[in-house]
């Protein structure tokens, strides 16, 4: 008998097995201070990134902000389209 992906012989019932808590332990969700790190860097250069952007977003005007951002999201769409394909190969 299979069930939950785990093979049962005829001796063992479904009470007497193993739930994957007690047989693997319990998952940690736990962020490391790593990962705090690397979230506030990660906040700190996007929110430089956006405030230096707005001198140039102001000498542009609304058309070349507007032509600017188009050319930027599709870089970024060849981007994401290569990763899939290169994922999926």
Known sequence: MIRL?????????YDQA???DQ??????REPKSRHLRMTAIGG???AGIFLSSGGS???AGPL????SYTVV?????????E???TKTA
């Open 83 to 85: 990763k899939q394909q």
């Open 23 to 28: 047989q693997y332990g319990e998952v940690k």
């Open 5 to 13: 992906g785990i093979r049962y012989d005829n001796t063992t019932t």
């Open 18 to 20: 193993l739930t994957d």
């Open 64 to 67: 070349g902000a507007l032509i």
């Open 73 to 81: 999201d599709e870089l970024f769409r060849g981007t994401n389209i």
């Open 44 to 46: 700190i250069i996007g």
């Open 57 to 59: 977003v102001v000498s």
